[in-house]
């Protein structure tokens, strides 16, 4: 069994550090926040005073931070105290180019890395049945393979650092523009006096098909426990849908890809975002789409 330190231990890192507990691992854990190192504490992690002690006797460290900023400046705080040959495995959706400078600050200290990012959101996190998408080399990767086991029920190795983030800003991308057509269609089933229920029925079994509308349909009914019928609680908020498809948006720039669709899909989750519905499902667009949009 591995000792881990574990920093950021927030709605995704709390649950996912948990699980590495219940297999049997060692953690150590820290977060900026008192009420999160509680919680995490009841979860069995031995929760330290800083970053730097989280690294006592460490042979991976996992971080789970809101953005690039948090990840640079947490890698440039630790990498010259944690022990040589360790395993640096960064967890949070960032941009490409911070993950690129995340491995090159761990490999200039010695260290393995990889970029782990998720998806499958709080619930894939208690439940362990993340995917991760994993960049790095194939040594690191075979390293953290094991130690993402237990959190996971899914993990491909997508290529080299930095290629986990694409692929899940690409991933994040499909899926903001295909809730916004799936919920398009539903607008405008409503207008045509077509029910909610026959338009599911159909396009579930059709050339629409997709998980926007079979998983995650965003009208209450045709999917019992999608967002809709809980008056849209996330699930996965709006803010972070926006926070995914501003970061395609960048690396689309940086790499001269033409996205035209998730350009739109970004300055539609910015409007609806602007009218207070950050905290709301993703899949709540479709209000906005009514005309109801807060
Ligand atoms: P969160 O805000 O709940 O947790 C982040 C934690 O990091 C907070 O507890 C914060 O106190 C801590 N933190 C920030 N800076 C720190 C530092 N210097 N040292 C120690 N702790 C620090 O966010 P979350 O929902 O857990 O998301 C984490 C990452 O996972 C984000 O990048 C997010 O985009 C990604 N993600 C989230 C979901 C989701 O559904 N919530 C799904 C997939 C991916």
Request: aromatic letters at 6%; hydrophobic letters at 45%.
């Amino acid at each position: 069994m591995t000792t881990i330190a574990f920093i950021g231990l927030g709605n995704m890192g709390g649950p996912m550090a948990a699980n590495l507990v219940k297999a049997g691992h060692t953690v150590q854990g820290f977060d900026l926040m008192p009420e999160n190192l509680a919680l995490a504490a009841d979860y069995g992690i031995t929760t330290m005073r800083d970053a730097r002690s989280a690294l006592e006797g460490a042979e991976v460290v996992v971080t789970m931070l809101p953005a690039g900023k948090h990840v640079l400046s947490v890698y440039e705080e630790i990498t010259p105290w944690v022990a040589s040959g360790a395993l640096m495995i960064d967890c949070s959706t960032i941009d490409v180019e911070s993950a690129r400078k995340a491995h090159d600050i761990a490999s200039r200290h010695g260290l393995l890395s990889i970029d782990a990012p998720v998806s499958g959101g709080t619930g894939g996190a208690a439940a362990g049945t993340l995917t991760f998408m994993a960049g790095g080399s194939t040594d690191s990767y075979s390293k953290a393979e094991p130690i993402l086991q237990p959190m996971a029920g899914k993990i491909v190795h997508c290529g080299d650092p930095g290629a986990g983030q694409a692929a899940k800003i690409c991933n994040n991308m499909i899926l903001g523009i295909s809730m916004i057509g799936v919920a398009e269609a539903f607008v405008l089933a409503e207008k045509l006096g077509l029910s909610h229920q026959s338009l599911f029925d159909v396009a579930s079994t059709s050339s629409g098909q997709c998980w926007s509308l079979t998983t995650y349909c965003p009208v209450p009914g045709p999917v019992p426990n999608s967002p809709a019928n809980r008056d849209y609680r996330p699930g996965f908020a709006a803010a972070l849908m926006l926070k995914d498809l501003k970061l395609s948006q960048e690396a689309a720039q940086a790499a001269g890809a033409v996205t035209p669709l998730g350009a739109e899909a970004t300055q539609l989750y910015a409007l609806f975002n602007a009218l207070g519905n950050g905290g709301t499902d993703f899949s709540g667009i479709i209000q906005f789409l009514r005309g109801k949009g807060e």
